[in-house]
Structure formats: C-alpha cells, structure tokens
C-alpha cells in the first residue's frame, strides 16, 4: 500500500470518528477506577470500516461495528494508526498501550524500527500474520483496498527470532484448534519456527501461536486471521471466547 493511499485512509478513518462512526475517547476516569489503555490498531481488513464502492456507501452504512472492534473497545480507546512511525520516528502510542497489528500491509525499514523499539522498551502486541487469506473481499486482486491477501513482515519477525512456515499441502476449510481454554477457527493457517539464538520465544497450539519476551516488552503471534472474519450468529461467542484469551496473554 503506497503513501498516499494509506493518508488517504487515515483521513476517512479520521471522517468516521467526526461523524460518529469511529471511536470516541472514554470519558476521563475518575478516582479509584482503572486507568483506560490505549489499543492501537493497524489493519488491511474491514475491521474498522465495512467494504464498499464509495465513500457515500460508507458513511450510510447503518451495519453494526465490526464485532472485533467492539472487543477492542471493550478493551480500551481503539486508536487507528496509518503508520508505525509518526513524524519523530518514534510509534505514536504510549508505552502501556497494547498494539494489534491484524494482517497488516508491509512495513517500511522506518517502520519495522519503529515498532522494534518500541516493543523492547516495554510495548505489548498482538499479532495476526496470516500466509494465505481465506476471507472474502468486495475487492477485486490488485486492487489497493482489498486485504493483504499475503503477509508480508519476514524483516521484524526474522528480527524477533521468528520464522513464519506455510504448507501448501494441508487440507483447504476452517477448523477448529485448541488455545488455552477457548477455540480458535483457522483456514490455511501457517505455523512458527524459531531462527536464530537467544530467541525467547514459545511455540503453542501446533505451532500456531508464538510468545516472545522482547526486551522488556512482549508479542503473541498467530499464524492465521480466520479468527477476524465476520461472525456468524452462532459464533460470535466462540470466536470473542478466544480473541480475549490471545489479549489475556499479553497480561502474563
């Protein structure tokens, strides 16, 4: 995704907040109630606004949130990020927020340090790296604002000891694998291997999710974002069930 289509979103994202389809900053807590975290959210789904051919299509849209962005709003202010690297260089997100990166687009070299630096000085992420899109999209191939169809983040994760395996082989359609004590549905997943010495990192769920200390700060991995489709009604529950225990994850 180049340049300006990225400023491009990140001024719809910044339209959606103004006309009230975007997050609005929690109230300020008052004394004794728990501080809100910021969660930062960089994405190519339509997780914080739906597809469509227009922007008038968007802005009408009368569907209901993304069931995924109302989990993270659960969680805390939901901030939208065009780029990892604001104008100083540096991530624009406090160090006590969590970042969700969900099948993001390929990261720049000022990006990829961005993010380094910032999770080893304490940063929390969650993210979703998928090697082969199962979810459908509005958008035809090539076009700019269909999903990375394709993760493209072998820079950062080599950096973190990490490797990211597809097989070609495996049997296409959604199945089920077991994370701590939720289901979590995956669709031509990948799977981790560690490279490199001194990795920190621990592989569950049939190599599926990745922990890592990095620095002092941490990152859970999944190799598949079938969890982030749309749910259906009678999932909904499975699938929150087990996006909450990925994020309870980052709290060890």
């Known amino acids: 995704m180049n340049l300006s289509v990225r400023a491009g979103l990140a001024a719809f994202a910044a339209a959606l907040l103004v006309s009230g389809c975007g997050d609005v900053p929690p109230e300020r807590p008052t004394a004794g109630e728990p501080k809100v975290t910021d969660v930062g959210l960089v994405t190519s789904l339509p997780i914080i606004w739906h597809e469509s051919g227009s922007v008038s299509g968007l802005l009408g849209d009368d569907r209901p949130p993304h069931w995924v962005l109302g989990a993270l709003r659960a969680v805390g202010n939901v901030r939208p990020l065009d780029s990892l690297a604001g104008p100083s260089g540096t991530l624009p997100l406090p160090a006590d927020a969590l970042l969700v990166l969900a099948q993001p ?131 909904a529950e499975v699938r929150e069930s087990a996006l909450s225990s990925l994020l309870s994850r980052l709290d060890r």
Not at 161 to 177: A, H, I, S
């Open 105 to 235: 687009y390929p990261f720049s070299p000022q990006e990829n340090v961005a993010l380094d630096t910032w999770v080893r000085a304490g940063g929390r992420v969650l993210l979703f790296a998928d090697p082969m899109l199962t979810q459908d999209s509005a958008y035809a191939l090539g076009d700019r604002r269909r999903p990375q169809d394709v993760i493209l983040l072998s820079p950062i994760l080599n950096r973190w000891g990490l490797q990211l395996l597809f097989d070609e082989n495996q049997p296409k359609g959604e199945r089920e694998v077991q994370i701590d004590q939720a289901t979590l549905p995956v669709n031509l997943s990948g799977t981790f291997a560690i490279s490199g010495k001194g990795s920190e990192c621990v592989l569950t769920a049939q190599s599926l999710v990745a922990d890592c200390r990095i620095g002092r700060g941490q990152l859970v991995a999944v190799a598949d974002a079938a969890l982030l489709d749309d749910a259906p009604a009678d999932g």
